[in-house]
């Protein structure tokens, strides 16, 4: 399926645990639809790094989203999920970079000295300056 969306929030990664042990990552984001009287807000799952990724999410942006709906049972209800795995933004924005974390402030490395000794001035004055 593919819906127009407006993306309202990218969440942080939810780790969980495999059947096997080890430990997987799902990335989520939510949407509201562009169309009709009353926008419908719509909750994203997506599985893989690579693919969330590539998808360059940013709050605010308008995406074309192809997604996975599935409806699994649970007690006595069902549990719907929608798994993107395409996002392509459609509203002709530069798509901007992720955020990346603070590091500690490093200063620039000092500029390296001239090597020629300085000539004294023909005024006798041997100042630099």
């Given amino acids: ?3 127009t969306i407006k993306v309202t929030t990218v969440m942080q ?4 645990q495999k059947k096997d ?17 009353y926008d419908k807000t719509i909750h994203f799952q997506v599985f893989g790094e690579d693919r969330f990724n590539s998808m360059q999410l940013a709050e605010g942006g308008v995406y074309q989203v192809s997604f996975d709906i599935e409806s699994r049972p649970w007690k006595d209800t069902y549990i719907t999920s929608c798994t993107a795995w395409r996002a392509i933004r459609t509203d002709n924005a530069a798509p901007q970079p992720a955020p ?3 590091t500690a402030y490093q200063a620039p490395a000092p500029a390296p000295m001239p090597m020629q000794p300085q000539q004294p001035q023909a005024n006798g004055d041997d100042l630099p300056f």
């Avoid at 990664?13 to 969980?16: A, D, F």
């Avoid at 080890?22 to 009709?36: A, I, K, L, P, R």
């Fill in 1 to 3: 399926m593919e819906i």
């Fill in 13 to 16: 990664p939810r780790v969980y």
């Fill in 21 to 37: 042990g080890s430990q997987g990552c799902t990335y989520q984001f939510v949407g509201e639809t562009q169309t009709g009287q």
């Fill in 100 to 102: 990346t974390p603070q």
